[in-house]
């Protein structure tokens, strides 16, 4: 079956390190991948896109890899702060034109 | 600019109850969507609305219906609460239907639902 998968354990981090955060995914080929970030009791928020054909995306502080070979996207955010902290989650589109997501790793950066 | 809004923001129903949550999007989208989130499960789509005038099903319709009333708004219903419908409900909306087409979801702010 066609699966997205994040680690679920957090990631704990020291302010100004860059933060990596892994989204796999298996027996599909999704034409994109989307990464959001979300609040404890907010809802999801977009954050970037990123296409089969593009190897990386940026934004400020943020950067994302597609690599189909390896079936992974990776999501760093560099010179990490405090604030950055929330859950990030990853989403694709599947072979049923559906977007599905993983369910997304926690976060945590300390000063 | 509101983005999409949600009520009720929290309810607790007892098992066999009814109630609808409401969804409304001010930003002339064309796609609606209801997913629910729970622990280690990730959002899972429950219904979706292409467009104005349809509806579908998502991953996890059972026990839920969907009205689209206009382009705005976008309703989900429970008939009969059972506990396993316990969860945060979102509501999103997109420019043009996600997975067919790119393009990012707009989420509200959640509806968190108790069914004892």
């Known amino acids: 079956s066609q699966k997205i998968e994040q680690n679920s354990e957090a990631l704990n981090i020291q302010e100004g390190k860059t933060a990596t955060l892994t989204c796999n995914y298996t027996?599909?080929?999704?034409?994109?991948l989307q990464w959001y970030r979300q609040d404890p009791g907010r809802g999801p928020v977009f954050l970037l896109l990123i296409r089969e054909n593009e190897k990386e995306k940026r934004k400020e502080r943020l950067k994302v890899t597609f690599d189909t070979t390896l079936k992974q996207s990776l999501f760093h955010i560099t010179a990490s702060q405090p604030a950055d902290s929330a859950t990030y989650l990853c989403a694709s589109n599947t072979g049923f034109q559906k977007l599905v997501f993983g369910t997304g790793t926690r976060l945590l950066v300390s000063p | 600019n509101a983005g999409v809004t949600q009520t009720p923001k929290f309810q607790v129903l007892k098992t066999g109850q009814s109630m609808t949550l409401q969804c409304a999007q001010d930003m002339n989208h064309n796609s609606m969507y209801w997913y629910r989130q729970d622990p280690g499960m990730g959002l899972r789509l429950i219904y979706y609305s292409a467009s104005e005038g349809t509806t579908d099903k998502g991953e996890v319709p059972n026990g839920y219906n969907v009205s689209r009333l206009n382009k705005r708004e976008f309703s989900l219903r429970l008939e009969s609460a059972a506990p396993s419908q316990t969860s945060v409900y979102f509501c999103a909306s997109s420019e043009v239907l996600v997975g067919v087409n790119t393009g990012e979801l707009f989420f509200g702010e959640g509806s968190r639902l108790t069914v004892l």
């Open positions: 027996n599909y080929s999704p034409a994109y």
